[in-house]
């Protein structure tokens, strides 16, 4: 076995004897397609357990009377407290730990001592929290569609998050986070998105301007990371050993029944597309002035499990690049979520049907050609809650329109704008949703309370032959013409998670190359990936 996978199985020791196991998984950060945004929603169908927020207990709560009669004691006495779920976010500016730490039913959390950390006026206390994260992924791959060629080859990714959350009273707060990305015993070039050395990943002040309704609304400006909806658009890319940034202005207020986002940003790092790569991989990491982001999102909740987003993104990208989908691009788009529980004949929830589907459309202009493009997808999914390991089967089409015609006046190509690619067409990455259709299959089990199997299989092809194929960097591959069928693909992941500090994750892909490869692409056999990730948080 290989030093570095012995290394990884080695943190799984570390973490067992570092303190009690129990709770939810973390943050998935591997979840192929169609299930890879249950957890983000808020509504989550018993996919990942339901979210709840328990309060602290006053200390001036009156003890039970020892004086009660049996009876009155089982009549009166509450249910005890369910731990908290998972605190740690897929934004760590995001995190929940006060819920969790006053849950007297909450196991024990590595670091806890170092969160909700109070100090000033007891009547206007400041809160100062410190954590991050420390993961190692060994990857073995061959014949991926990546730059230079077809290859055999296995490296080893470190990667070190580490922030400072300080708030001050309500009204304003200091956030700075540092990430450091490393790739080792590597025999081919590295991507942009494996190397940022210690940089600053997020950085911001929030100033609380008002409030509507009693939910107070913010101010942010600096560095900061973007998610919104199933991040099919808009992600932080937790995949890659960089996370993407962006530096800019942002306005949000968030209730129970509304979260509005208004945001003006530049991307800054390698992740975001910013370059070139050998300025960023050592160098300070600066926003790019050329391209801007910028865009409003609203999500519409309410006591029902449904879920409304609505969103407009603006990307103006002033770098002519050939055979890309940039210029000025505007996106208007919306994505609806629901789900529908079934009891059985003792009142229990015994299945659960879950249906999502969103759709955008894309206008402006690109390198002097009209914009005219657009994507598609919707998901159904039915979990059976009683029977054994939780089965979970759920389908999945992707359309991503592609060019009609490359010489004449309208770019129909779609532009998936910041996308957590990783999860939606295929784990392999392999490729983009442009020029993309993708039909899937998708297999959930639960074989024990913290262990998660998901098995996945896609069928892809192009969307229109007229078009090229693109990576999951968005870069043409091979040449114009030829067939549309790109290939099939299989994923099967396992996830083991000991408590909310610390995950182990596996997985295993194969890409059957369609007829498109060989004719249009130098030709290769199978492509394969494996690989093993550890993750402790602290």
Known sequence: MRPSVILSLSLVTLSVTTGTVSAEPVQAELPPSPNAQAKYDGIDAEIKEPEEVFQPVSQDEPKVDVTETEEEIIENDPLPPKPATNPYKALFFDNTFEAYINNPSSPPLLGERLKMMCFGDECAPHIVSVGGEIRHRWMHEQNRLRPGGPALTDYNLWRWRQYVDLHLN????????????????????????????????????????????????????????????????VSPLDWSNTRRNFEGFKYFHHSDSLHIDAFVTNPVNSAAGNGPFTELDSGRDKPDTSVTFSGVYLTF??????????????????????????????????????????????????????????????????????????????????????????????????????????????????????????????????????????????????????????????????????????????????????????????????????????????????????????TNIPPRNTATQFYVQTTLRF
């Open 170 to 233: 309500d009204t304003l707060r200091f956030y700075v986070e540092l990430l450091d990305g490393s790739i080792f015993d590597n025999d081919i070039a590295p991507t942009p998105i494996d190397i940022n050395r210690w940089n600053l990943q997020n950085a911001f002040v929030d100033i609380k301007l008002n409030e509507w309704g009693g939910d107070p609304a913010y101010f942010r400006y600096g560095r900061q990371e973007l998610l919104y909806g199933a991040q099919r658009l």
């Open 301 to 518: 909740l309410s006591d029902s499990p449904q879920l409304l987003d609505l969103y407009y993104l603006w990307l103006r990208d002033e770098t002519v690049t050939p055979n890309r989908p940039d210029g000025s691009r505007h996106t208007i788009g919306t994505r609806f979520r629901t789900t529908s529980e079934i009891q059985n004949e003792y009142c229990e929830v015994s299945r659960i049907w879950e249906f999502e589907t969103e759709t955008a459309y894309q206008f402006g202009n690109d390198n002097g050609q009209r914009v005219s493009a657009g994507f598609f997808t919707s998901v159904l999914g039915h979990t059976w809650k009683t029977l054994p390991w939780q089965p979970r089967l759920s389908g999945l089409f992707y359309w991503g329109s592609g060019n009609q015609n490359p010489n004449g006046g309208t770019n129909n190509t779609f532009n998936t704008l910041f996308p957590l690619g990783h999860a939606y067409w295929g784990i392999i990455d392999n490729l983009s949703g442009q020029n993309l259709y993708d039909y899937s299959l998708q297999m959930n089990l639960k074989p024990a309370k913290k262990l998660d199997f998901v098995g996945a299989f896609h069928w892809f092809e192009k969307a229109t032959s007229n078009d090229f194929l693109y990576n999951v960097a968005g870069a043409p591959v091979g040449t114009l013409g030829g067939s549309r069928d790109i290939g099939q693909e299989l994923d099967m992941i396992a996830t083991y998670t000991f408590n909310p500090n610390f995950n182990i994750q596996a997985g295993y892909s194969w890409f059957w190359y369609g007829s498109f490869v060989g």
